[in-house]
Structure formats: C-alpha cells, structure tokens
C-alpha cells in the first residue's frame, strides 16, 4: 500500500442568511500526521468544534499518496 504524504481536513457548516439563501463556510486544517487514524481526526474535528463555538455538517479527510 502506498504511504499516505500529505492529510489534510476540511470542516463545512452550512449557514442561511436572511433571505434563506444557503451559505457554506469551510475552514480548512493541512499539514497534520499522515498516520492519524479516522478515530483521531473526529476527535480533532471535535476539540476544533469545541474551540470554535461552531458545529460542522460535513468533514472531509484528504490524504495524499504518492503513487509511483
């Protein structure tokens, strides 16, 4: 299997503004251990949740490989 090199997270909350219009607000997190385990990045997501006041509808785990 190839070595995961670069992870990277991405939280998303969707907001409505006052016309009811859908508004999405990311904030993104790079750089952090490649060896993190799905367990771990919920429990970052949710100590950045905690920190923020915020409650995120989506989070996405990227991870890069390198494939050669």
């Known amino acids: ?3 995961v090199t670069q992870l990277s ?3 998303t909350r969707i907001t409505h503004d006052e016309n009811g219009k859908a508004k999405e607000n990311k904030r993104r ?3 952090l251990n490649t060896s993190a385990t799905d367990a ?3 429990s ?3 100590v950045i949740s905690h920190l ?3 409650d995120f509808d989506k989070v ?3 991870k890069t490989q ?3």
Request: include cysteine; proline fraction near 0%; glycine fraction near 4%.
């Open 1 to 3: 299997m190839n070595e």
């Open 52 to 54: 923020l006041g915020e």
């Open 44 to 46: 970052f997501v949710d």
């Open 40 to 42: 771990e990045i919920k």
């Open 60 to 62: 996405e785990a990227i």
């Open 66 to 68: 390198d494939l050669a």
């Open 9 to 11: 997270v991405v939280c």
């Open 29 to 31: 997190f790079t750089n």
